[in-house]
């Protein structure tokens, strides 16, 4: 189960660029929030985790894509 939680974390994601397949690969399964969703979120003025937490509820059922949705709050927030 080790490689599979490794691949699931999406640390690899953040650091390239995102494709079309990245955008709509889902990273909070609680909720069915897709990185496309987290992304425009962000493009709309989310900041923080509780911000992108308020506008797309990912991070709040199970808490076990926090650390991938704080990766691509991150790498976003870089862009700027």
């Known amino acids: 189960m080790v490689p599979q939680n490794d691949s699931a974390s999406g640390l690899d994601s953040a650091e390239s660029s995102p494709s079309n397949d990245d955008d709509e690969r889902t990273v909070c399964f609680c909720h069915n929030v897709s990185a496309k969703a987290l ?25 076990g894509c926090e650390f991938e949705v704080l990766d691509i709050l991150e790498a976003e927030l870089q862009k700027k």
């Open 39 to 63: 992304r425009e979120a962000i493009q709309a003025g989310a900041r923080t985790h509780a911000d992108i937490q308020a506008a797309t509820r990912a991070s709040t059922g199970c808490g």
